[in-house]
Each structure stands twice: as C-alpha cells, then as structure tokens.
C-alpha cells in the first residue's frame, strides 16, 4: 500500500501544476523524514547528482546548439539539402526532414532542433503553399529526431541512470532515429502527391548547389566530428560535447554570424535549460532513493512479474503508462521518474536494457508533439505565430508513425540493437 500512496501523491502534486524538481525532491525528502533518516542524506544526495563526468555532456551540448541556433547555420543546412532535393514531389518537406536528422547528429536536443530548422523552413513551406497544419507538424516530428539520433541528452540521462554504456545507446539510436526519419519522408512524399496546393520549385543548378553545399560544409564537418570521436575511442561524450562547443564558436565567427551580444544569449539560454534539467536530476535523485528505502521498486517490478509473466505484455503495459504520462508531464520528467522504478522489471524480465532505453526514448518522443505539454508544439507555435490546435492537429499522424516504430521495435529488435552488437564484435 505505500507504493500505492507514493505513487499518487507525486501524481497530486504534479497534476497541481507543482514544478517537477520540487515534486520530486520534496517528497523525496518528506519520506526520508518519515523514515527517521538524518536529513543529512538530502544535501549528499543532491551533491552526488551533480557530481558526474557523464552529466558534464548536458550543459556543453547545450551550449553547442544554443551557439549554432544564434549563427544562423541552420539556414545554410537548410538550403544545402533544398538545393539538392527541392524539386522532387514533396521536396521541401523531404529538406526539412533531412535538415533536422543532420541538426540532429549536433545538438542533442529536440528544442534547439525545431527551432533552428523551424525558423528557416516554416516561412520557406509556407510561401510555396503546403498546407499550415502539415508543415507544423513535420516541424513538430522532426524536432523529436533530436532526442534520439545521438547525441542524444535523454539517452545520456537514461545512461547516468541506469549506468549503461552511453556510447552504446548512441550506437543504438542509429537505426531507429534513420529509419523514423525515412518513415517522415515517405508519408511527406505520399502527402504532397495527393495534395495540389503545393507549389513545385524548379531543380537547382549545378553552381547554385556547390554554393549553398560549400556553406553548409562547415556545420556536416562538425557534425562528422562529434559522433566519429565518440564511435571511434578518441573521445568521451563529454569531452566531444566540449569539442564541439569550440567547434562551433570557430564556425560561427569566422562566418561573421556570431558576435559578443549573441554568444552572450547563447549562453544565458544554455545556463537556464541546463539550470532546468540539473535541479529535476537532482530531485529525481533524492526521490529514486527515498524510494528505494520503501523498496518501491522492488515491489513494483515484483508485482508485475508476477501478474504479467510475458514481456511483450509488460512491455504493451509500459507503453500505455506512458502514453498516459505524456499528455502531462516533459520528456526528461518522465525519464527520471519512471526509468528507476521500472528497471528492476526490465532487469527481471530479460529485456535488454539498452534496446529498453531507445523504446523508452522513442515513446517520450511521441509525448513531445502530444498535448498539452508536448514541448516541440510550444516551440513551432512560438516559431510560427500559430495555434497550438493547428500544430497539434498536424502533428498527430506523426504521432501515428512513432507509434509504430515503437511496435516495430518490439517485433524487430534488431533495428535498435544490430549496430552496437556489430561495433562490440
């Protein structure tokens, strides 16, 4: 019955609107009271949260795309792709989709991903006639591609978390982040076949694509940089994330896109987001070892193997919780709070943990284009001017395919756990 109480008052407090970090780490505290533990665990704990070389990504990645977003480069992707695949049935959709999957493979955040291809490509979409709702929604989805194309800061957490192999999730994300991808693509160009209102662009030179692709270079080079050192040994996630900091500062002044005024803005958004996600890891960990103490997860992940003896049967029942949670709290809220307490029965259940982590990370990234809190929809919404019920109405089919990706992945394990077990032989 404790875990049952638990459980509900974290639900009570977030469903009063109570910011998550205080959710977590005060009622984290409040059962450690009740245990009659000297409260000199809460400021241990919350030492201990910060104290990783692992979470020292976060910030920097952050920082990255925040210094990227500023310059401007994702203009000059955006063109460089258009330039090459602008005139095919659905060309600008394809664009966008393939600018955000290289965004991706830089930032590590959805956010930074919507919003520096959203503030190119709505405007671009738009003027050419594709419908509002599916340009919104395309936006939207592609945004979520920067959550799982590593590197990824919910894959890091969910490292931090359960002590996975960071570089291994990132290997992991490959396949299903490419293959979600192409799924975007295809339903852009079965879109824009069946609809008349678009207005085709003619195809590009041969001059105007080495121009726009010579600009772009810089930012595909950076891109290479960051996922090849991780892959490659030369370096740690965190130290990539540091390289490519520098990396970018180079780019965007040299290119005359970055100024003190800027690289200040940069800065201050990277502190507030990092500020943000730090305090909710902090509480998240003070609640995971209130909780612990109550042996709710234990419990938990006893109950479960013994009413559901299938995996795909706790598996379809983790879905559905948190399906349920999306519509009310942020992906990384729901990393920290349900990862913890679910572990023990994925570990129970042998489900491979890491294939675990990108199923989990692919249904947070549904949540993101869900409302009310989806995330990306606030971001295109601000982007474009725009309702919520219009980028959510055109997010929806998105939402459709990442659901299937997420059964797919259950029948075809193979899509998130072929590379890493090729690159570990």
């Known amino acids: 019955m404790e875990a049952v109480f638990i459980l509900v008052a974290l639900m009570a407090l977030l469903l009063l609107r109570t910011p998550v970090a205080l959710a977590l780490g005060g009622l984290g505290v409040i059962l450690l009271a009740l245990k009659g533990l000297p409260m000199v665990a809460v400021p241990q704990r919350l030492h201990g949260s910060m104290d990783s070389f692992e979470l020292l990504a976060v910030p920097m990645f952050l920082l990255m795309s925040n210094v990227l977003l500023k310059g401007g480069v994702g ?9 090459w695949v602008g005139h095919w049935p659905g060309g600008l959709g394809v664009a966008t989709i393939l600018s955000c999957t290289l965004f991706s493979a830089i930032s590590g955040s959805s956010v930074a991903t919507a919003a520096t291809i959203g503030t190119v490509a709505i405007p671009e979409m738009s003027s050419r006639g594709y419908d509002r709702r599916f340009v919104y929604g395309m936006l939207a989805a592609g945004g979520t591609l920067g959550i799982l194309i590593p590197p ?7 490292g931090v978390v359960t002590e996975s192999s960071i570089p291994t999730l990132f290997l992991a994300g490959v396949g299903p982040g490419l293959f979600l991808a192409g799924c975007f693509i295809v339903y852009g160009v079965i879109y824009s076949r069946f609809s008349t209102a678009y207005q085709p662009m003619a195809k590009a030179t041969w001059g105007e694509r080495m121009r726009a692709t010579g600009l772009a270079l810089p930012t595909v080079a950076l891109a290479v940089a960051i996922v090849g050192s991780i892959y490659t040994g030369i370096a740690t996630p965190s130290e990539s994330a540091g390289l490519g900091f520098v990396l970018a500062l180079i780019i965007t002044f040299a290119m005359g896109r970055m100024d003190w005024p800027k690289l200040r803005e940069a800065v201050e958004g990277s502190l507030k987001t990092s500020v943000m996600v730090l305090i909710i890891v902090a509480g998240a960990k003070v609640f ?9 997860p234990q419990s938990i992940s006893a109950f479960l193997t013994e009413n559901i003896s299938q ?5 379809l029942a ?5 399906l349920i949670m999306g519509f009310f709290l942020e992906s990384l809220s729901m990393l920290l709070i349900m990862v913890p307490v679910l572990l023990p029965a994925v570990l129970n259940t042998g489900i491979d943990p890491i294939w675990f982590g990108i199923f989990f990370v692919v249904l947070i990234e549904t949540a993101l284009i869900t409302p009310p809190v989806g995330m990306n929809l606030f971001v295109i919404q601000a982007v474009a001017r725009a309702r919520l019920q219009e980028v959510a109405q055109g997010a929806l089919p998105f939402a459709g395919i990442m659901l299937c990706v997420a059964v797919l992945l259950w029948f075809w394990p193979a899509l998130a756990l072929y590379i890493p077990y090729e690159v570990a032989r």
């Open 152 to 158: 990824s800061i919910p894959l890091i957490l969910y």
């Open 318 to 322: 983790v879905g559905v919780v948190l």
């Open 311 to 315: 995996p795909g049967l706790f598996i």
């Open 288 to 296: 995971s070892y209130a909780i612990t103490l109550y042996l709710i």
């Open 75 to 83: 203009r000059d992707l955006y063109a460089a792709v258009q330039s």
